[in-house]
């Protein structure tokens, strides 16, 4: 009798997170992901300017609704998404360094931290950076921060994971809409963290998760008219140096993320919400 043949696993298919839905790209293309090793890890489907045009569609259909959600709110939705990276704590270890077990660990359980310190920074930055101004009227005048709109991050190559979240939680956390571009280097975490946006309470459409070249799609993140601000961790110069003369025809905001050391209390900074988001000022007369 022959002998059976050795069973073949089933492997992930990583998608592209667009819009609440995992898409597989309108190209078709794939890109290889391999370990820190150099080992073959996994295909995950590359993002065209397609791909982009429709993450900026499903950010601007959900702005509205995530802007007027309550602050505490944002919050507790923030705190949720922690608490269920918390509950796949070696998932995304495995993703991240299978032969570096250790150091996995440490990077998830700081993702896991900087997630909860932006949830509880949601309903305060507005108190902390808004004002009550002093006028020669007789009116009340109040400054408070608003979102800023539709928001591309580019995330840094390393660390992967960590990176990912500390670039992306302080836009989300002041109402924005969120386009990210995972790791070039490492792109399976911020893929596979989609799965907790899809099934957190984050609305569709806030936070959409594209893998790519970087290269490639920075001239089209520049010059898309329907994205308010760029912020960009990618680390290199001429990204940035693409983005900055794109944005400068449809005076978009860009900011560079330059950090030594994510894990520092450098990438905990509530200044990086403040940086997408726009100070209005009201006026009320007094008495009325």
Request: with cysteine.
């Amino acid at each position: 009798m022959p002998k059976p043949a050795a069973r073949l696993a089933v492997q992930k298919t990583y998608k592209l997170f667009i819009g609440g839905k995992f898409v597989r790209g309108e190209t078709g293309r794939v890109m290889l992901a391999r370990t820190g090793a150099g080992a073959t890890q996994s295909n995950y489907c590359r993002a065209s300017r397609k791909d982009f045009r429709d993450a900026v569609t499903a950010a601007r259909a959900a702005l509205s609704g995530w802007s007027k959600t309550s602050a505490y709110l944002r919050g507790q939705i923030l705190y949720r998404a922690a608490e269920m990276l918390e509950r796949r704590h070696q998932d995304f270890a495995t993703e991240l360094m299978p032969e570096a077990w250790r150091r996995a660990r440490r990077e998830v359980t700081a993702a896991i931290d900087r997630l909860v310190y932006y949830a509880g920074w949601t309903d305060k930055f507005a108190q902390v950076f808004g004002a009550v101004n002093p006028v020669a009227s007789s009116h009340f005048n109040f400054t408070t921060p608003e979102p800023t709109g539709v928001v591309v991050a580019i995330c840094p190559d390393e660390p992967a994971l960590l990176g990912f979240v500390s670039i992306v939680a302080p836009i989300i956390a002041g109402g924005n809409c969120v386009i990210a571009l995972a790791s070039a280097d490492n792109a399976l975490p911020a893929l596979t963290f989609s799965e907790i946006v899809a099934t957190s309470d984050i609305p569709a459409g806030v936070v959409n998760i594209l893998a790519g070249d970087h290269a490639e799609l920075a001239p089209y993140f520049a010059s898309h008219m329907d994205v308010n601000a760029i912020v960009d961790g990618s680390g290199d110069e001429k990204i940035g140096m693409e983005l900055q003369s794109g944005s400068a025809v449809n005076l978009k905001r860009y900011f560079r993320r330059v950090v030594a050391d994510y894990f520092a209390a450098e990438a905990e900074n509530p200044y990086w919400i403040i940086d997408t988001t726009e100070m209005k000022t009201a006026w009320h007369p007094i008495g009325l």
